[in-house]
């Protein structure tokens, strides 16, 4: 039977906190898409990035810097398209 998980809760598969403007920003500029700044000063948030490997023993298998280059590549291959083909 297989293994049930702890019930109730919710993990993030993440190796470490990044900032919105370390990932979002690069990514929407890989797009073509414009970033506006926020009306306000953004809110900085923490989360536990240990509770899945000591609750479930998860290690993520690429670091957050090996997966943003591989979204970015992806990303600029897709250029301007948005789903379903059209262009922007």
Partial sequence: MPQRGPAGQAFLA???NVT????????MAALGRPVA?????????????GKIHTILG????????HTL???????GRQGGSRPGGRES
Avoid: K, W
């Avoid at 700044?37 to 990035?49: A, F, G, M």
């Fill in 20 to 27: 919105l403007s370390e990932f979002f920003v690069p990514l």
């Fill in 58 to 65: 998860y290690r993520p298998q690429q670091t957050f810097e």
């Fill in 69 to 75: 280059t591989q979204l970015l590549a992806l990303a």
């Fill in 37 to 49: 700044p926020p009306p306000q000063e953004p809110i900085r948030s923490r989360c536990r990035t």
């Fill in 14 to 16: 993440v190796d470490r």
